[in-house]
Structures are given as C-alpha cells and as structure tokens.
C-alpha cells in the first residue's frame, strides 16, 4: 500500500509537474510536508487518526483498516522555538504550570492560542478518496470540525484513555478538554483548572 502512495504521490502532484501544479505541496518523500499511513485490510472499518508533528502510535482493530495522517504543523503551527518558549514561560510562571493558564502563556509569548488552519488538513483525505471515517480516533473538535464540514463521515469518536495520560500531561489534557476537546469524562469549570498543576520546573 505504501508504495501505491508513492506512485500515486508522485504522479498526481507537484513531485511530477511542478510548473503545472505550483499549489500541490504534499510530498511523501519530504518529512517537512506531510506523511500519510496506511494499513489496509479490504472491507473493514477504518481507523483514523490525524496527527500535528508529534510522535504516535495508533493500532487499528485486528483485521481492520488504519489510516494516519501526519501533519508538519508544530507547536500549533508557531514553530518548535516558540513551543519551547511556552513550555518554560508555562513553567516558571509565579503559580506553577496550570490548566487555567495553558492557552493564556501561549498568547503572551506567540500573541495567538493557535496559527494552525485545519480548513486545509482534509484536503488530503479528499485525494484520497476517504469519504468516512468508521472510527476517529483524536479528541480534537478542530480537527473533527473540519472533516465533518467537507463532508467526511465520521462514525465513532474516541478519546484517549484516562490511564494512558502521563501526570504531567495532565494540565495540556484538562485545558483541550474544557475548551472543546471530545471526551467521555468530566470537564472541569475554571476553579477546576486551577487545580490541575504540572511538575515543578526545580
């Protein structure tokens, strides 16, 4: 399947006519742009997850059908030195890393909460002619947004289990959460937030 892609990849984008197709930019081939896989196995659900520049593992069903798609968008498409520069203003803030401030840190350092444009990410779902999604697997109401108004059918979301969340990812987790992010557990109110505190940076 993978190199179905490829072949694909390359004879239906810029790889092949650059000057005819200037505004394709997905290259299989270039870590930079993108990266799509696929475990197929004929007539079963599929599996989705969606992926901005971080690393992961996704396991479709037994005998099932998994697609992933890995987006270069990192740290919220405002560039690795602005993610760690959160990160440290996040850590060093007088209170301690907290739920309640998550997005608030990364305004004060990028200006914005987010530069990414998830509009776009289902373009590539579009080519390859995915027209539902039996299960999602990603608790982002961006990403599920988006998919959904193109018209890509998503059956089953799911989020990701409360035991498999590190204790210090616990403040990014509880902030998505109660700013829109798909769960099954509870949301937390603004004096919730608060409480959810990461790691002491010494």
């Known amino acids: 399947m993978r190199t179905i892609i490829a072949r694909l990849t390359e004879s239906e984008t810029s790889l092949n006519h650059p000057e005819n197709r200037p505004s394709k930019k997905f290259n299989h081939k270039d870590p930079n742009l993108g990266q799509v896989y696929a475990l197929v196995a004929a007539e079963k659900e599929v599996v989705m997850s969606a992926h901005d520049h971080i690393v992961l593992t996704s396991h479709p069903p037994v005998g099932g059908n998994g697609l992933v798609v890995y987006n270069r968008k990192e740290g919220r498409a405002l560039g690795e030195v602005t993610k760690f520069l959160v990160y440290n203003a996040r850590k060093r803030q007088e209170e301690g890393d907290s739920a309640a401030k998550y997005f608030e840190r990364t305004e004060c350092v990028a200006g914005v909460q987010d530069a990414r444009f998830q509009e776009l990410m289902p373009d590539i779902f579009h080519w390859l002619g995915v027209q539902r999604l039996d299960r999602f697997a990603s608790m982002s109401d961006m990403k599920h947004d ?57």
């Open 146 to 202: 988006a998919l959904a108004g193109q018209g890509i059918e998503i059956g089953e979301r799911i989020d990701l289990p409360d035991e498999l969340i590190p204790e210090d990812a616990r403040v990014e987790m509880e902030a998505k959460k109660a700013a829109g992010y798909f769960t099954q557990t509870d949301i937390k109110d603004q004096d919730g937030l608060k409480d959810v505190k990461g790691r002491p940076l010494f």
